[in-house]
């Protein structure tokens, strides 16, 4: 299956910094990525919807000020985190979909998560 | 998008054979049923994807009824490493629509 890859796979920082995560998809092109959110012993939260080229759409809740998404090419979306607090620590999972013209499949790829702890 | 309900957990022993059960009763003419593995600290794992009757891999089986509303998946001889949550998610592709998650189940094998 296709693999999307996430970077970095886990990181700490200080309250008050912003962080990036980055979000490949490594062999197939995604137009559209999604961002997801997990805090211990719950399910995956859908943030946000990350579109090649345009803004990206946010789930009802979610800062837009606060996470910012980036997606920039086929196979690259960012979020950064601005102004992190202890409260947005939390495993964040990227997400992709290959066309099914080209995978003949509906699956939708994860990548591994990142695990962030704002201190 | 069809709301899934699951069981919260299940558990189970090595060697034996584990069926989890998804209700999804408002499932769209088009939505496709999708089972996916998480492990701890780790992105979801595709399981197995179907949309009627039954579909067979190398890991699963899915079960779905003529009425579509619910769905099986079935685990065959499982082992530990099958302790993780499982998720039942029900959806189409626009391409642009992300999945949504439920509850998902939290399938512990014992020795």
């Known amino acids: 299956g296709a693999v999307v890859s996430q970077h970095p796979s886990w990181v700490i920082c200080k309250s008050g910094t912003s962080v990036k995560i980055e979000c490949r998809s490594l062999d197939f092109q995604a137009t559209t990525m999604f961002w997801y959110r997990q805090f211990p012993k719950q399910s995956l939260m859908l943030m946000a919807t990350?579109?090649?080229?345009?803004?990206?759409?946010?789930e009802q809740g979610v800062e837009k000020d606060k996470f910012l998404i980036n997606h920039a090419s086929l196979t690259l979306s960012t979020l950064t985190v601005t102004s992190a607090h202890p409260e947005d620590s939390s495993f964040y999972i990227c997400s992709a979909r290959d066309s099914f013209l080209t995978s003949g499949s509906y699956e939708q790829y994860f990548g591994p998560g990142t695990r962030l702890t704002v201190t | 998008l069809a709301k899934t309900t699951q069981p919260i957990s299940m558990d189970s022993y090595e060697g034996q054979e584990v069926n989890i059960t998804c209700s999804h009763n408002n499932i769209a003419t088009n939505d496709y049923i999708t089972w996916y593995q998480q492990f701890p600290s780790q992105g979801p794992r595709f399981i197995i994807q179907?949309?009627?009757t039954k579909v067979t891999n190398e890991v699963a089986s899915l079960f779905i009824p003529a009425d579509r509303k619910s769905s099986t998946l079935s685990l065959p001889r499982v082992s530990l490493s099958d302790t993780a949550v499982y998720y039942c998610?029900?959806?189409?592709?626009?391409?642009?629509?992300?999945?949504?998650f439920g509850s998902g189940t939290r399938l512990q094998v014992q020795p």
């Open positions: 990350s579109n090649e080229g345009s803004k990206a759409t946010y």
């Open positions: 179907g949309y009627k």
């Open positions: 998610l029900v959806g189409s592709d626009t391409g642009r629509r992300a999945l949504t």
